[in-house]
């Protein structure tokens, strides 16, 4: 397998428990307002567990990467609706939850450079194996 591939696993781990933190995070300081705030979280564990996966079972490389883009582009596609919000919040006009939006952005953000690991991925296996 490629060299890149340990990297991009444990990128995923890493990420996989910050998006955990994340969703944890909102819920309580949204005074568990909102079971929605748990998203992040829900994500994080499934992409932890692939990372995990893809770290230890090299025959399952391919399919946990591509599980991992997979929730990366739901993430970043899910988290598209709150983008007015951060706007908002970065340009110092007032938001319905500060913490929405940041969790939202956050999450942008993290699936995005999931993303560019996964991409990264499929290029260095598909490079590797070519003749």
Do not use: K
Request: net charge neutral.
């Amino acid at each position: 397998m490629a060299n890149s591939s340990p990297s991009a696993f444990m990128l995923g781990i890493v990420l996989g428990i910050v998006l955990v933190v994340l969703g944890i995070g909102a819920y309580v300081l949204s005074d568990f307002a909102s079971i929605t705030a748990l998203i992040p979280a829900i994500f994080g564990v499934v992409i932890a567990i692939l990372g995990v996966v893809g770290r230890q079972q090299p025959a399952r490389q391919r399919l946990a990467a591509y599980g991992i883009g997979l929730l990366a582009v739901l993430g970043v596609l899910g988290s598209m609706r709150g983008i007015p919000a951060i706007i908002a919040l970065l340009t110092g006009d007032a938001v319905d939850s500060v913490i929405a939006a940041v969790s939202q952005g956050a999450m942008i953000v993290i699936c995005l450079a999931l993303l560019v690991a996964v991409i990264q991925f499929v290029h260095d296996t598909r490079t590797s194996t070519d003749p």
